[in-house]
Structures are given as C-alpha cells and as structure tokens.
C-alpha cells in the first residue's frame, strides 16, 4: 500500500479483556517496528521485526504483550487481559530495511482506552 | 546506552519570529538524528533527519536543524514561525543499534500565536 495502515483507529476495551491490533506496513519494507505513546509522555519500543523475525522484543513491557508477523508483511500486536495502564496509542513503523538509513514511514496509530 | 532529551516541554513564540526546538543526545557511535511532527490524533510525520555529511540539514516545510557534535544537539529551527506549525515535536536517535531502533525525546509542544 501507500503508506503504513493501522486497525483499529480507536479501540475501547473493558479492563482484563484481550485485544489486538494490526499494522499492515507498506509492501516490500522488511523492518517493522512497534512503539507505544502513552498520554503526554515519548515513544517507547516495543519490539522489532526483520521479516517475520523478532530479534529484539526487549521492550514488551510485561508477558500480557506478544507480537507476530507472518508472510513479512502484516504484523499483530496482542494485549491479554489488558489493564488500564495499558491505555495508550500504540504505532507501527516499517522501513526498506533494518537500519536508520532507510527512514521510517509511521501509521497513524491505534488509541487503546481500557475502561 | 541511547538516550534523547527534549529540555523544553513547551515552546512558544509568535508568528513571524524565529523558532527553535532543543535535542540533545548521547549514543556510544555515531548519531543517526531524527526530528518528527505530530498533529492531534495523527500519526508521526518526517521532517528530517542527520546521517552524515552536512551539519545543517534542511527537511520540510521550511524546517532545519543544526548537527553540533561537540554540543551533542539537534536543535530544530525555523526562521519564521505559522500558526500552522503549532503541534508535538519529537527529536529521535537510531545510532545505538544496527538495526535503526529508534529512541524518542519526550517531545516538546510548540505554539504559535498569532
């Protein structure tokens, strides 16, 4: 596609219900990142994908997140039994490839709200 | 360790004046330096980024930022400042790994009054 496409746009969940969220980067770009914004602060990393790889998950910030990417391409980031501190805009970036070089395209995100 | 810092929460200035946004930054390596907008409930937009080459880079809409290696800044500037510039800035560095993960300042609010 033309750019990074994100779904849903906006989810509210009841605390301790799971959801997902979806980043379908633009075609050809191997590199996916995830990043988290919660309310008035920076981004944080998640994870990162090199094909449908993880190399580094490091900053999941608990065993509730976990993330995949199948055929290189579309990515699923899940959140169990979701707490409100999970509240947040979640964003996807792909790149060409792994590397500062290539440059980042972002997704509009998704606004997480756990009520 | 990679870190960014925004030491400006907020930045305001008038119209038609100069702006500048601060970054200061601290990697073991070489910096790979990014500045990005954000507008309400849009995603991040590009402005522009330091790789090598020229300290002075030049990104969109009028926008350019000053790479002071011995300052270890990015400051963001402008010449002269539209209410249309008003929204969250974000200074970002990807040198740390080779891989491009990128750390993000805490971002700094500009506003541009009319």
């Known amino acids: 596609g033309a750019g990074v496409s994100q779904s849903p746009s906006n989810k509210v969940t009841e605390k301790g219900k799971d959801v997902e969220l979806r980043c379908d980067p633009i075609?050809?770009?191997?590199?996916l990142y995830w990043y988290r914004q919660r309310l008035g602060q920076g981004l944080e990393f998640l994870i990162y994908?090199?094909?449908?790889?993880?190399?580094?998950k490091s900053g999941l910030p608990s065993d509730r997140f976990s993330a995949e990417r199948t055929g290189g391409s579309v990515s699923t980031l899940t959140i169990q039994r979701t707490q409100q501190e999970d509240s947040a805009v979640y964003l996807c970036?792909?790149?060409?490839?792994?590397?500062?070089?290539?440059?980042?395209?972002f997704g509009s995100g998704t606004r997480l709200t756990v009520v | 360790a990679q870190s960014v810092a925004q030491p400006e929460d907020q930045v305001n200035v008038a119209e038609g004046n100069p702006l500048t946004v601060k970054c200061t930054y601290s990697?073991?390596?070489?910096?790979?330096l990014f500045w990005y907008v954000q507008y309400p409930n849009r995603g991040l937009q590009f402005l522009l980024k330091?790789?090598?080459?020229?300290?002075l880079v030049k990104g969109s809409y009028g926008f350019e930022a000053e790479f002071n290696k011995s300052q270890t800044s990015f400051h963001l500037k402008k010449p002269s400042a539209l209410v249309s510039d008003s929204a969250l800035y974000f200074c970002?560095?990807?040198?740390?790994?080779?891989?491009?993960?990128?750390?993000f300042g805490q971002g700094t609010i500009l506003t541009v009054h009319p």
């Open positions: 970036a792909s790149s060409r490839s792994s590397g500062a070089k290539a440059g980042y395209t």
């Open positions: 075609s050809g770009h191997t590199a």
């Open positions: 994908f090199q094909g449908n790889s993880a190399p580094d």
């Open positions: 990697v073991s390596g070489n910096p790979y």
């Open positions: 330091y790789i090598t080459g020229d300290n």
């Open positions: 970002a560095e990807a040198g740390g790994t080779s891989y491009g993960k990128l750390t």
